[in-house]
Each structure stands twice: as structure tokens, then as C-alpha cells.
């Protein structure tokens, strides 16, 4: 018997075209443009950008000086003023606008520390291993052995209340978390056949955990990060409302809600626009963080599949 031939049917032209703009996408552009058919991750990012929007140009924005008193004490919303006026006389929509500010600055400076610490830490335990994996892994379980928010509680204390100090103890927090992370990422990266490659020639440490190391790694980090914006938020209002954190009469959300809340059964209305702005910015960056872990763990897969 001949054998017949058999036709194969041509691909889809969707799946055809997909395939061609995958080829012909950087790997960035290929995370941004998931990223950007996300929808959850694109609110939180418009979100986020009218935040930085009103923390960037506040002074232009707020209708009043977010400091100056008055006698129209626990006002409701009016048209004077759209959320009210707190227990001082202040205008809470000035303040929600310059509280923005410092709460996105507090978050910037967490993750700046935190990372500027973390990564040649987590670095060196993993690549290294040893006496210097011993040690540095041994004082993460250590600093993981206290609570976080008692643990930012004392740092906080003793380094006195301010906006740097708060930033410095929450980022303390953090840092565990960051090491351990990056430690397991570089476990697995050192292993790689471009590593020992790489050996091979002679490459240095040092080159080799900056031009090989850390950019397969980064993509773990770059989610962790997405994800601790939200949390160091959480962390700055709360050591405000503590009065570990930005001091009275800077307008912070977490100062707003201290001011507010021993009114809690009398005015209780000056509570809400900064525990919605509070909540809905930490969702936004959780939203951002699941989209860019979706996104980055999609282009890993890619690459492995086309190596």
C-alpha cells in the first residue's frame, strides 16, 4: 500500500500572530505588555499614579494649608470643604492630599534601605555559602524571631521619633524576608550551566554576581518589592497612630487617623478618607505586585522554553 498524504491544517491566525510579536518582543516589552492586559494591575496602577500625582503637587492641589486651625470643629463635608474639617479645624482633604506625600516617601525610603542591605547579603549567603551563609542567615533567624511590629516598635524607640528613623526601623523588618529570598533564588542560579561556564574563563566574583547572578534573580525581587510598598505602608500608619512615626503636626495618614480616632463615637466621619486611602493604596499595590508575578512568571517560562 502507498502511503497517503496526510495535510495539516494551517495554525490559527490568531496563534500565528501571537507567536510572531512573542519573537519579535524584547523580554521588557513582553512583561509590559502582560502586565498591561491585566486588568486588577492596571487599576492599581492608575491608582497609584493619582496618588503620586497628589503627593508630587500637592502644595497646587490642597484648597487650604493642611496645618492651618480654624473653629469649624468635626464639620461635616460641605462645599467649603469636600471631606470635612478633623477635631482641630484642619481640612481633611488638604491634609488626605499632603499626607500622600509623606506616606510615599516613608514607602521609597523602606525599600531603598531595605534593598540596599538585602541584596549583596543574600548575594554573598548564597553564592558563597560557608562561614558567611552561616552568619548571615543565622542573624536573619534572629531578627525573624521578634515580631515585626514589636521589633519596629523598639528600633523606632530607640532611634527616636521621626520620618527617616520610621523608615529605617520598618525597613529592618523587611530585610529577613528579602535575604531569604534572594538566598534560594542564587541557590538555584549558581547551579546553572552558564555559571560554570562562566567559571570556566576565569570570571571573577564580583563580575559574576552583578552580570550573571543578579539579573536571573531580580525577577523574584522586583515582586517582592511591588509587594512590600503596601505592607511598609501599613507599617508607617501604624507607628504614626503610635506616635513612633511622623510627628504631630505633619500630615501623615496615620497621624490623621491618631487625631481622629478618640472622636471615633462623636465624629467618627474624619476616620474614613484616610483609612480608604490607606486601603485602596495598599490594594493597589498588592494588585500591581500579583500582575507583575503573573507577568514575570509567564517570561520565565518563555525562556525556558525557547533555550
Same mark, same amino acid.
Given at each position: 500500500?502507498?502511503?497517503?498524504?496526510?495535510?495539516?491544517?494551517? +495554525?490559527? &491566525?490568531?496563534?500565528? #500572530?501571537?507567536?510572531?510579536?512573542?519573537?519579535?518582543?524584547?523580554?521588557?516589552?513582553?512583561?509590559?505588555?502582560?502586565?498591561?492586559?491585566?486588568?486588577? %494591575?492596571?487599576?492599581?496602577?492608575?491608582?497609584? +499614579?493619582?496618588?503620586?500625582?497628589?503627593?508630587?503637587?500637592?502644595?497646587?492641589?490642597?484648597?487650604?494649608?493642611?496645618?492651618?486651625?480654624?473653629?469649624?470643629?468635626?464639620?461635616?463635608?460641605?462645599?467649603?470643604?469636600?471631606?470635612?474639617?478633623?477635631?482641630?479645624?484642619? *481640612? !481633611?482633604?488638604?491634609?488626605?492630599?499632603?499626607?500622600?506625600?509623606?506616606?510615599?516617601?516613608?514607602?521609597?525610603?523602606?525599600?531603598?534601605?531595605?534593598?540596599?542591605? %538585602?541584596?549583596?547579603?543574600?548575594?554573598?549567603?548564597?553564592?558563597?555559602?560557608?562561614?558567611? *551563609?552561616?552568619?548571615?542567615?543565622?542573624?536573619? #533567624?534572629?531578627?525573624?524571631?521578634? &515580631?515585626?511590629?514589636?521589633?519596629?516598635?523598639?528600633?523606632?524607640?530607640?532611634?527616636?521619633?521621626?520620618?527617616?528613623?520610621?523608615? !529605617?526601623? !520598618?525597613?529592618?523588618?523587611?530585610?529577613?524576608?528579602?535575604?531569604?529570598?534572594?538566598?534560594?533564588?542564587?541557590?538555584?542560579?549558581?547551579?546553572?550551566?552558564?555559571?560554570?561556564?562562566?567559571?570556566?574563563?576565569?570570571?571573577?566574583?564580583?563580575?559574576?554576581?552583578?552580570?550573571?547572578?543578579?539579573?536571573?534573580?531580580?525577577?523574584?525581587? !522586583?515582586?517582592?518589592?511591588?509587594?512590600?510598598?503596601?505592607?511598609?505602608?501599613? +507599617?508607617?500608619?501604624?507607628?504614626?497612630?503610635?506616635?513612633?512615626?511622623?510627628?504631630?503636626?505633619?500630615?501623615?495618614?496615620?497621624?490623621?487617623?491618631?487625631? +481622629?480616632?478618640?472622636?471615633?463615637?462623636?465624629?467618627?466621619?474624619?476616620?474614613?478618607?484616610?483609612?480608604?486611602?490607606? %486601603?485602596?493604596?495598599?490594594?493597589?499595590?498588592?494588585?500591581?505586585?500579583?500582575?507583575?508575578?503573573?507577568?514575570?512568571?509567564?517570561?520565565?517560562?518563555?525562556?525556558?522554553?525557547?533555550?
Amino acid at each position: 500500500m502507498t502511503a497517503q498524504p496526510v495535510s495539516i491544517p494551517p +495554525a490559527p &491566525p490568531g496563534l500565528t #500572530d501571537l507567536a510572531e510579536i512573542e519573537v519579535a518582543e524584547t523580554p521588557r516589552r513582553r512583561v509590559l505588555r502582560r502586565l498591561l492586559h491585566n486588568k486588577a %494591575a492596571v487599576f492599581g496602577l492608575a491608582f497609584l +499614579a493619582v496618588v503620586l500625582v497628589a503627593a508630587l503637587f500637592a502644595p497646587w492641589l490642597a484648597p487650604y494649608d493642611p496645618d492651618a486651625t480654624s473653629l469649624e470643629i468635626n464639620q461635616l463635608p460641605s462645599g467649603a470643604h469636600w471631606l470635612g474639617t478633623d477635631s482641630l479645624g484642619r *481640612d !481633611i482633604l488638604s491634609r488626605l492630599i499632603f499626607g500622600a506625600r509623606v506616606s510615599i516617601e516613608v514607602c521609597l525610603l523602606v525599600v531603598v534601605f531595605a534593598t540596599a542591605v %538585602a541584596v549583596p547579603l543574600g548575594l554573598v549567603a548564597g553564592y558563597f555559602r560557608g562561614w558567611s *551563609d552561616s552568619v548571615i542567615m543565622r542573624t536573619m #533567624d534572629a531578627l525573624f524571631a521578634f &515580631p515585626a511590629l514589636t521589633l519596629a516598635l523598639a528600633v523606632a524607640a530607640l532611634l527616636g521619633p521621626s520620618l527617616v528613623n520610621a523608615s !529605617i526601623a !520598618i525597613a529592618i523588618v523587611f530585610i529577613p524576608g528579602f535575604v531569604r529570598l534572594l538566598r534560594a533564588q542564587v541557590l538555584a542560579v549558581r547551579e546553572e550551566t552558564f555559571i560554570e561556564a562562566s567559571r570556566s574563563i576565569g570570571t571573577g566574583s564580583s563580575r559574576m554576581l552583578v552580570r550573571h547572578v543578579l539579573p536571573n534573580v531580580s525577577g523574584p525581587l !522586583i515582586v517582592q518589592v511591588a509587594l512590600s510598598f503596601g505592607y511598609a505602608l501599613l +507599617a508607617e500608619a501604624g507607628l504614626s497612630f503610635l506616635n513612633f512615626g511622623v510627628q504631630i503636626p505633619t500630615a501623615s495618614w496615620g497621624t490623621m487617623l491618631q487625631n +481622629a480616632y478618640p472622636f471615633i463615637l462623636t465624629a467618627p466621619w474624619p476616620l474614613f478618607p484616610p483609612g480608604i486611602a490607606i %486601603a485602596l493604596t495598599v490594594l493597589s499595590f498588592n494588585l500591581v505586585g500579583d500582575g507583575l508575578r503573573d507577568a514575570l512568571g509567564r517570561e520565565v517560562y518563555t525562556l525556558k522554553v525557547d533555550s
